[in-house]
């Protein structure tokens, strides 16, 4: 082997000369060198070696809609382009073309892209996309009729106000907003008070709800509202709450305690107050003049004054002949024609009619002032005298002689027996008002 060692240049051994000696040889599979690449970004997947976020920094996350049922067999073999063309043209219910919108989003579009192509806003998208699982729960519990009636282009808005609710819920809810003929804002009132109900353990007056029954906690919720205005400047407030939760309650129990708080909430000055005529339990009514002469039906009742009389009064009364005369199993000096009412013309045994001369310290509620100091006449079946935990009014002798005092209070402070159940209030006729009905009993 021949070693050279060249310190300096020398013409022998000269670059030139020795590739003229020994040429270089070309490698086996020449290749074109690479070109330059101009670069015009620069993608960095994202690792912790990059350094970390700084709080201005955002990460764009496109929605995406949470997962759906399965679009209907006759949308499930459609191209893109077709479940798209449902999309913009609404073809077909909402509930049915509602799920191409998560299979899409699957696919890799966004909501963004979606609305633009569709004109879908991405808000109402994620509304029928839940509110179509909503239906589907639906679907699993509720009969036909219930689902069916979710089935129009508004139903969405209710349906994805329930959301919230298990899927029994769900259903009592649908049912109850159905009888109600509730929208989008009731609904969402609705489910909030249901979700909210047991959460309110121990609150005022919750033990007299009932959480499975969706009336009773929306009743409450109104509830709770009329206590938190009864301290305010604003009275009518807690008035108007207490309307709407007997208008919405569907126990006995409850609304026995809405009414306790109604009869017990007036404004003690006796104007202003609570005027509960028409939220009581029993029909409140003003006769009309001439209303008796103009009645096709009528109804003769022994008047009493005093508790002996009460006991005394003739208990059959009936009319008989062509002309209808009064047969009675006894005498009785006094007596009064009534129009043919619901509640009276029932009476066939043991109805009586107490006169007072004014309303105020017999009814245990307080109304207008005018109206508290005028005559009033009440009506009782005498064949009813056990007193019930039903809400209802009664016949009894207090400290100050005969009055009308509630079940509820009666049964609180041991009393079980009564002179009879109160089915009437009358009240005598005016020249500035034909009649008042503040309760209908038909």
Known sequence: MLSLTVNTPNPLFSSTRLHRLYPPQPPPNPQKPPKALSISALIIPPSSSYGTKTPSQKVYQPYRPPPSSAPPPHYRNLDTNGRLDVLSNRLGSWFEYAPLITALINEGFTSSTLEEITGIASIEQN????????????????????????????????????????????????????????????????????????????????????????????????????????????????KAALERALEVVETDRARQRIEADVVGGENKDGDGGLNVDDLVRVPVVRMAVGEVAESSVVVVLPVCGE?????????????????????????????????????????????????????????????????????????????????????????????????????????????????GTVVLVVRPPREDVDQVGDDDWD
């Not at 609705?190 to 009743?219: E, H, Q, T, V």
């Open 307 to 419: 508790e002996a009389e009460v006991e005394e009064a003739p208990w059959e009364v009936g009319m008989g002949g062509e002309f209808g005369v009064v047969q009675a199993e006894k005498g009785w000096s006094k007596w009064v024609v009534l129009p043919g009412w619901g509640p009276v013309k029932g009476l066939k045994r043991g109805g009586v009619a107490v006169a007072f001369k004014k309303g105020r310290g017999v009814l245990p509620w307080r109304g207008k002032r005018r109206d508290a100091n005028e005559e009033i006449i009440v009506v009782a079946d005498r064949g009813r005298k056990e007193v019930e935990f039903d809400g209802g009014f009664y016949l009894v002798v207090g400290e100050e002689g005969l009055r009308v005092e509630r079940g509820v209070k009666l049964r609180e402070s041991g009393v079980g027996v009564s002179l």
């Open 127 to 238: 509304l029928l996309v839940v509110a179509a699982q909503v239906r589907d729960s639906l679907v699993e519990l509720a009969d036909a009729e219930t689902v069916s009636f979710f089935d129009s282009p508004g139903s969405p808005d209710i349906l994805y106000e329930i959301r919230i609710l298990n899927s029994p819920e769900r259903v009592t809810t649908a049912r109850f907003i159905i009888e109600n003929g509730f929208g989008k804002k009731q609904a969402e009132e609705l489910a909030r008070s249901i979700n909210d109900f047991p959460r309110r353990y121990g609150d005022r007056g919750w033990d007299y709800f009932d959480g499975n029954s969706p009336g009773d906690c929306l009743a409450f919720m109104y509830f709770r509202q009329a206590h938190e205005h009864e301290s305010s400047f604003f009275p009518e407030l807690s």
